[in-house]
């Protein structure tokens, strides 16, 4: 595997071109396509030419930033001018964008090549990357099991390395579990750190992109360029982006000694032993990199789950009410309006995305208001309480990322309480509006990965990068890449 400062040092060496970096990670991709089904769209044409624009910048003489070069994964719901974008669903199938999502914009302004958008859950919605409407994503690691989701198409493209690093979106654990499933680093930024103008929404309030990546450091370079405020997205916060590599560092004993709180409520029942005990070893890790380790509770932890299933399908359903058949994407034809607006939503969206219209349509409504989604509003304000007390004790806080490690195709897909507790650890992060990493902390006896989680207060991505790149270094579970 080959990071982005060891591609960069290749390109301004000129011992590859961008051109040749471009194409062993196309035929890399295409070899492992279909067996993984990471990808519903390539974008090859697009990728040589952006390569080649590198090259000649690189032939005249010019600078070239970190990024440039890099072939890069986008998940398809990112809008891209001028190239598909489904969400994984029928509704969107046909989908070209007229416009470039800030985010995909920055990269590209920075030289990154674009190899293709990612599969996903229909809409961002799932913890499997099952409920696409195109195929289902393998995990890397053993071709029968999940890659977790809905970002799992970016995360199984990292782990196979389709693609140098990806973008993905989290909104309860969407970046975060596919990269435990996964074992690669996944980074949710603080809530309006990274603009979601031309990010497909599906609630609204919750909804941020960020990184995957095999290492840290690649993270904390995606961030780097893709974080700051953009006047087109008016959740997005106007605040100075520090240098992210600054943090890097190899031990936690330097300056301040760090306080790391072990979220108590996160043990116990309901956590798979081998993923408790991966975790409790990498804590015991931290320790010995200069760490101070203290006990944290957060009682409302454990009601972000049900908190999440009122709020974000409440949001959902707002938001795909878009999808009528009438302005864009997909069109039933039938003999009257209401009778088109039905048929196109009936046939157009899958059964976990009608599950949570259903929700929140429900949650909305005027006889349950107040007695659910209102309530579900007050319940979130008393978690990002809980963690502005843990903050105040702490630095960082650590958890597991899943209590499980990646579970077989279609084990879960039939039992959806079973598969919303797949996001029971990153949930609340969500909620809180903090930012959150997962890095690989181990593996079970069927080589599956795991991971752990760290949480930070808002806006400190930096303590997040201080501490995983730490943890990174004196441990060799990023080392380790699936056989194929």
């Not at 081998?274 to 009601?303: D, H, T, W």
């Not at 039933?332 to 196109?344: G, H, N």
């Not at 976990?352 to 579900?376: F, N, T």
């Not at 309480?417 to 181990?442: E, F, H, W």
Request: aromatic content about 8%; some cysteine; glycine content about 8%.
């Amino acid at each position: 595997m080959s990071t982005i400062c060891e591609l960069h040092k290749q390109l301004t060496s000129k011992e590859r071109s961008a051109v040749e970096i471009t194409q062993a990670y196309l035929s890399s991709l295409q070899t492992l396509e279909p067996k993984l089904h990471s990808f519903i769209s390539l974008t090859e044409d697009k990728a040589l030419h952006q390569a080649q624009q590198i090259d000649a910048k690189i032939a005249a003489g010019e600078e070239i930033g970190l990024l440039a070069g890099i072939p890069i994964a986008l998940k398809d719901n990112l809008c891209t001018q001028g190239i598909r974008t489904t969400c994984g669903s029928k509704v969107l199938g046909n989908f070209i964008p007229p416009y470039e999502s800030t985010v995909t914009q920055r990269l590209a302004d920075v030289g990154a090549v674009f190899v293709g958008k990612t599969n996903l859950d229909e809409f961002a919605m799932g913890s499997s990357t099952e409920n696409s409407a195109y195929h289902v994503t393998a995990n890397p690691w053993n071709l029968e099991t999940v890659p977790g989701g809905s970002s799992g198409g970016s995360a199984a493209a990292v782990a196979a390395e389709q693609c140098v690093v990806a973008l993905g979106s989290d909104t309860g654990g969407s970046i975060r579990q596919p990269a435990s499933f996964c074992g690669v680093v996944g980074l949710k930024p603080t809530y309006g750190l990274v603009s979601r103008y031309g990010l497909v929404a599906y609630a609204s309030s919750l909804d941020q992109i960020g990184p995957l990546s095999y290492s840290v450091k690649d993270a904390a370079i995606l961030l780097q360029a893709i974080a700051g405020h953009d006047p087109h997205d008016s959740t997005s916060l106007k605040v100075k982006i520090p240098d992210y590599l600054k943090s890097l560092r190899p031990s936690l004993n330097r300056r301040n000694q760090r306080r790391i709180g072990v979220i108590q409520e996160t043990f116990g029942s309901g956590l798979d032993p081998v993923v408790e005990a991966a975790v409790k070893q990498a804590i015991e890790q931290l320790q010995e990199l200069g760490a101070e380790i203290r006990v944290i509770s957060c009682p409302q932890f454990r009601y972000g789950l049900p908190t999440y299933y009122i709020i974000a399908p409440s949001e959902a359903s707002s938001n795909l009410a878009r999808y009528d058949g009438v302005k864009y994407g997909l069109r039933s034809d039938d003999a009257d309006l209401m009778s088109m607006y039905v048929k196109t939503r009936a046939e157009g969206f899958g059964a976990e995305v009608k599950r949570r219209i259903m929700i929140g349509s429900y949650a909305l409504s005027a006889g349950y208001y107040d007695a659910y989604y209102l309530k579900a509003q007050k319940v979130r304000t008393l978690i990002k309480e809980d963690f502005e007390k843990a903050f105040s004790q702490v630095d960082v806080l650590v958890c597991p990322t899943s209590p499980t490690t990646a579970f077989r195709v279609g084990e879960k897909v039939n039992d959806p309480l079973s598969m919303y507790l797949s996001d029971l650890m990153t949930i609340p992060v969500n909620l809180a509006g903090l930012p959150a990493m997962s890095i690989p902390c181990g593996f079970d006896e069927g080589g599956l990965p795991i991971g752990l989680q760290l949480i930070g207060n808002a806006l400190r991505e930096d303590l997040l990068f201080e501490v995983a790149y730490a943890y990174e270094q004196a441990t060799s579970w990023h080392e380790r890449k699936p056989s194929l």
